[in-house]
Nanobody, 122 residues
Framework: QVQLVESGGGLVQAGDSLRLSCVAS???????????MGWFRQAPGKERESVGR????????YIVDSVKGRFIISRDSAKNTVYLQMNSLTSEDTAKYYC????????????WGQGTPVTVSS
């Protein structure tokens, strides 16, 4: 089992930056090395969409085109934490942001956090 807890959301102005954190617990660090950690968001009235992901062991990241150049995913292995740095925020980034974990034995994200809300006012 993996527990994920997001934090860092809030109300910001357009153009501001925000960093979200997702702390993973319940497993050892060596086990997490085979995981893929993803960030997702869901805006009101819309379907959940992927923002990007990071391969825990290598640190390699993938960011979707819609936020590429503004969003950065990173991780701190010592803290079992994944970050989503969001820059130049717009009202279209308003959503609830979730992190998720895909175990090495699975082809889908098996574990999800409760989400943290981000509201960008214009």
């Amino acid at each position: 089992q993996v527990q994920l807890v997001e934090s860092g959301g809030g109300l910001v102005q357009a153009g501001d930056s925000l960093r979200l954190s997702c702390v993973a617990s319940g497993r050892t660090l060596s086990t997490l090395s085979g995981y893929i950690m993803g960030w997702f968001r869901q805006a009101p009235g819309k379907e959940r969409e992927s923002v990007g992901r990071i391969i825990w062991g290598s640190g390699r990241t993938y960011i979707v085109d819609s936020v590429k150049g503004r969003f950065i995913i990173s991780r701190d292995s010592a803290k079992n934490t994944v970050y989503l740095q969001m820059n130049s925020l717009t009202s279209e980034d308003t959503a609830k942001y979730y992190c998720a974990a895909q175990p090495p034995y699975s082809v889908r994200y098996e574990y999800w956090g409760q989400g943290t809300p981000v509201t960008v006012s214009s």
